[in-house]
């Protein structure tokens, strides 16, 4: 699990409060909690504010709603073990991304930079494993030589 052979206490709380955060918002998205599913018909442009509309919109589909809560649930879970951290991290950086990019764009108060800290942690979690990276798109023969 996580806290075996962790290679420091920054990665190792890095990687328990993205998982966390990120299997909270996991949840609430799948079990309905963030997004509006209710009724459409009496909602008009002068009543409904534009943050509002956003969140309206993307409770048109809840299906969306749904799938988004498993793309931010299942990468938190990998989080939780250190074989599958790099790929959890590098899922989580660009659901994180796209979060920061959508609040920055629709001017939402101080959740933007709450989003904005997530990727960067994530980041901070790629970065750290950048061997593996480095490995992933490698030529072959050269990482084999290397793990020998």
């Not at 101080?110 to 494993?129: F, N, P, R």
Request: net charge positive; aromatic share 16%.
């Amino acid at each position: 699990m996580i806290w075996n052979k962790a290679p420091s206490k920054t990665i190792l709380v890095i990687r328990l409060l993205m998982a966390a955060i990120f299997t909270m918002y996991g949840c609430v998205k799948l079990f309905g909690g963030q997004f509006y599913y209710g009724d459409w018909d009496n909602l008009s442009k002068s009543t409904v504010d534009g943050t509002s509309l956003v969140w309206l919109f993307y409770g048109y589909s809840p299906f969306y709603g749904r799938i988004t809560g498993l793309f931010e649930l299942v990468p938190a879970i990998m989080l939780l073990f250190r074989r599958t951290t790099f790929v959890g991290a590098g899922a989580l950086f660009v659901v994180g991304l796209n979060i920061t990019l959508m609040d920055f764009a629709f001017d939402y108060p101080s959740v933007k930079y709450m989003a904005a800290l997530y990727t960067v942690l994530c980041g901070v979690l790629v970065l750290h494993d950048r061997e593996k990276a480095r490995d992933l798109f490698a030529d072959p023969q050269a990482v084999q030589c290397r793990t020998r």
